[in-house]
């Protein structure tokens, strides 16, 4: 194979380094901004080329050993040959160059938020099962593929889930519980999922089955197992699907659901309610986006896309009032619930999609909007009405600053302006960033 010396002048966003031979650029994975290297010329293409590390000549300040050993096979994690100060640094950049080629010149873009110890941090865990041979293997999907990596220990998820997985596969053994066939469409479980709050742990099995023998004995032998474990739900899904998880459940053990505690209020989280993956860097990202929106007890606020409702019930406290919407069904429910639980009474929880809710609320007239839009961002309908109720502030909590970027462009052509970007790493040792940016309207 041929190979070149090169050094490379830059990473992607994904944290993939560039550099350039006769005008196209050359992608090396696991290679890090200045450092000298000798690659592999892997593939080369009509407008790109594409290489792999064979030896790094002159390594850079930020790398390091990764600590997993299946890292360079699995691909869940991108950042591990890079120091955790590397990896902030990485990432802080990737917001300021996203700005800057926006045209925001003038926006400062803070140091991003790092967490003390950036491993074990996971809070759910999906894991599929898939047999091998005479053996059964759960472990994480290849990138790109159904290749199942198994591992020891995963260092971004959080111990006693590493313990879980494996309990599960040796009571599957034990009771002969068939791990499901996606090409036959045989077998019984197909992914394990596991969420865990300070106190509790909840285990889901995913089965293609509702029923099947052996079941009670299984629950028993992963319960004597794990003592940990507070809950055991069945969620099962019989459609030849990517999906993990199906409509109908089963509580198998335990109450069905969990309960977590995130800046001083309890949250119940069901198997299928979104909930934030990192407890300890959720916390300082809320604690900012409230102390951005300066709330005060006449603020009338819209949580937009609000999951189980944590941010509206964190920033009732200081509200008059809070209004939540989020398109999942069950997280709304939980949401209500959860207000309830926690003696909350001036926060309302509807189920809609977000630029459908906002054509029909006829509530008193939002101060303050929080939106905490998917990877996608916001629909143009959404930031059109948001943009008619004219509130004094929008803090826009973001997990991909790129669309985040282009609904700021929307919003400033209606009359808001800002001055700074909050990056907070919420998955370390991997290539994402989220940031939170505080939007004032502009005097009429
Ligand atoms: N603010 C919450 C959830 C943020 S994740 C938290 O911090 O925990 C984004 C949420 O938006 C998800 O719960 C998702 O179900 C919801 N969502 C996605 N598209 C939506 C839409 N069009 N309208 C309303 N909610 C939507």
Not at 61 to 68: A, L
Not at 143 to 167: G, M, R, T
Not at 389 to 405: A, D, L
Request: aromatic share 10%; with cysteine.
């Amino acid at each position: 194979m041929k190979t070149l010396e090169i050094t490379i002048d830059h990473l992607t966003k994904e944290g993939v380094g560039v550099t350039r031979i006769e005008k196209k650029p050359m992608y090396i994975m696991y290679a890090i901004e200045n450092e000298k290297i000798l690659a592999n010329v892997e593939f080369v293409g009509k407008r790109n080329i594409f290489g792999s590390v064979n030896k790094v000549l002159t390594p850079s300040n930020y790398r390091c050993n990764p600590k997993c050993n299946v890292y360079y096979q699995c691909g869940g994690c991108h950042l591990q040959h890079m120091t955790y100060e590397g990896q902030l640094q990485f990432k802080t950049n990737v917001v300021k160059k996203l700005y800057k080629e926006a045209g925001f010149e003038n926006i400062k873009v803070n140091k991003c938020i790092g967490q003390d110890v950036p491993y074990f941090y996971r809070n759910k865990i999906q894991s599929p099962v898939k047999r091998s041979g005479k053996n059964i293997i759960a472990g994480f999907y290849k990138e790109d593929s159904h290749e199942i990596i198994p591992f020891d220990k995963c260092y971004v998820q959080d111990e006693l889930s590493n313990k879980i997985i494996k309990a599960v596969v040796v009571a599957m053994k034990e009771n002969k519980i068939e791990p499901y066939n996606e090409d036959l469409e045989t077998g019984i479980v197909r992914h394990i999922l596991i969420r865990r709050a300070s106190k509790e742990t909840m285990l889901v099995l995913v089965t293609k089955v509702n029923s099947f023998a052996g079941r009670n004995n299984f629950v028993k032998s992963i319960r004597n197992k794990v003592k940990e474990i507070t809950t055991i739900v069945q969620n099962i899904n019989p459609r030849h699907t990517n999906v993990i998880l199906g409509e109908k459940e089963n509580i198998l053990y335990g109450k069905g659901f969990i309960v977590d505690t995130l800046c001083n209020i309890n949250f119940k989280i069901s198997p299928k309610s979104f909930y934030q993956i990192n407890k300890e860097q959720c916390e300082k990202l809320y604690n900012k986006a409230i102390e951005l929106a300066t709330l005060n007890k006449d603020d009338i606020v819209l949580d937009a896309y609000c999951g189980i409702g944590t941010i509206g019930m964190i920033a009732s406290k200081k509200a008059k009032l809070v209004y939540g919407v989020e398109i999942i069904n069950d997280a709304i429910k939980d949401a209500r619930i959860n207000a309830k639980n926690n003696n909350i009474n001036n926060a309302y929880f509807y189920c809609a999609d977000a630029k459908d809710f906002m054509r029909k609320y006829d509530g008193e007239a939002m101060s303050v909007v929080f939106v905490d839009p998917p990877r996608k961002g916001c629909s143009e309908q959404f930031l059109n009405s948001l943009a008619h109720f004219k509130p004094k502030k929008i803090v826009y909590i973001s997990c991909n600053p790129e669309t985040q970027v282009r609904d700021i462009k929307y919003l400033m052509a209606k009359g808001y302006t800002f001055n700074e970007v909050h990056p907070f790493d919420m998955f370390p040792q991997t290539f994402h960033v989220e940031t939170v940016v505080l939007l004032n309207k502009k005097n009429d």
